[in-house]
């Protein structure tokens, strides 16, 4: 066992572990997301958010273009502000843009989506969606079937 | 009777706070020793080879089972509830958070930690250590303090391993042998596995495992009695107490970061 093996060896094993973490950090987590450099943030308010969560997906028809970056209840509208910062390459968005929230599947987790308008001007930095629709939350639906069943 | 049981839960405290505080003197000392080793990098090496590369068979081959069970019974649970796309997430939640460092650490304890007390036991018995202060070199510095490096350095770089081949046992199991979409699988897991939150703090587990665990394999061996028996009972107490003291701070850690 000379000593070049042993350092052979030893520097294959830290090579290891560095490609094993470069795994986990590009292809386990996301730390491919989006940067501030390639994205723009866009903000819309919602009566409700239900279960949407912070890194939630943001999807046109569908594919994904970007992320929710943070969630707060702004108490001047009494509703809740959600930020969202889009990919640059998806820049395309009229402002007359409609913004709802969707569950993936029936216990998946909620998104947003976005429908895009007919204006000419497109959304910028720091806009806001006007049109937007709340989260579908189960137990308002139910209440309301029961009261259309108790009612009738 | 009752003094006598008296006396003997004193004279157990007593032990227990001398226990205590002789491997907490001896952690210090290995800290003082760590600066100067440094300055001697071969003998890191060496020890990195036999502590971590002749365990990389070991986790690697665990690794990658403990993830195909993970994808099976994942997979099992998760069809009845038609969400099998979130079999990524299960297992590399799973891997990342709990099992890679715990697994690991159990495994490292086993494999390497009775071997460096069973070593280091020896070295006492067949009075090396003495001989070595004769000489005017500190044991300390010379054979505890690569070990404990070469251990600090290793059991990390074999977390990150066993987890992420576990992922790809689970991969294997779930998209390979059981037909889940792989474009779900990886999507779901990035969409769901955060960098700090999960991956940094799992390996903030298997570092603080890693300094248990080699204390406890390195304060064994050096104060084991010089007899045959004295290392197997320091062999034993290595692997027993690392089991405890790992599963218990998981607990604590856990409770720390996750919820």
């Known amino acids: 066992m000379t000593t070049r093996f042993i350092e052979i060896m030893v520097g294959l094993f830290v090579v290891l572990g560095i490609l094993a973490l470069f795994m986990l950090a590009m292809k386990v987590s996301n730390l491919s997301g989006l940067t501030r450099s390639d994205s723009y943030e866009i903000s819309a308010y919602f009566e409700n958010v239900g279960g949407l969560k912070v890194r939630s997906p943001v999807t046109v028809a569908g594919v994904r273009v970007g992320q929710v970056t943070g969630i707060v209840y702004n108490s001047d509208r009494y509703e809740a502000q959600v930020s969202m910062r889009i990919g640059v390459m998806h820049d395309y968005f009229p402002i007359d843009t409609t913004a709802s929230i969707y569950t993936a599947g029936l216990l998946g987790e909620q998104y947003v989506a976005l429908e895009p308008g007919a204006e000419d001007d497109v959304l910028k930095t720091g806009d806001t969606i006007e049109f937007t629709q709340s989260a579908l939350v189960l137990e308002e639906i139910i209440g309301k079937i029961v009261v259309k069943l108790t009612s009738g | ?259």
């Open chain 2, 1 to 259: 009777m009752v003094t006598a049981t008296i006396q003997n839960l004193g004279h157990w405290t007593l032990s227990l706070f001398e226990r205590m505080g002789r491997a907490s003197i001896f952690f210090v000392r290995v800290l003082a020793a760590v600066p100067s080793t440094f300055t001697r990098p071969r003998l890191i090496i060496k020890e990195i080879y036999s502590i971590g590369v002749l365990s990389l068979t070991l986790i690697i081959v665990s690794g990658f089972f403990v993830g195909m069970v993970l994808g099976l019974q994942g997979y099992v649970t998760l069809v009845d509830f038609g969400a099998e796309e979130s079999l990524g997430v299960v297992v590399a939640i799973t891997l990342v958070r709990e099992l890679g460092p715990v697994v690991t650490a159990l495994l490292f304890a086993g494999r390497a930690g009775s071997a460096l007390a069973a070593e280091i036991g020896l070295m006492k018995t067949t009075e090396q250590l003495s001989s070595m202060e004769m000489m005017a070199v500190d044991p300390i510095k010379r054979v505890i303090a690569p070990r404990f490096i070469g251990g600090i350095i290793s059991m990390p770089l074999l977390t990150i391993i066993f987890t992420a081949v576990g992922i790809l046992g689970g991969r294997f199991a779930g998209v390979g042998l059981l037909g889940v979409d792989e474009g779900s699988f990886w999507s779901q897991m990035q969409a769901n596995v955060d960098l700090v939150d999960d991956v940094a703090n799992g390996m903030i587990k298997g570092v603080v495992f890693a300094v248990v665990c080699v204390w406890i394999a390195l304060y064994k061996g050096y104060e084991a009695t010089p007899t045959a028996e004295g290392i197997s009972l320091a062999t034993t107490q290595t692997v027993v107490n690392s089991a405890f003291a790992v599963l218990g701070l998981d607990f604590i850690l856990t409770a720390l970061m996750f919820v």
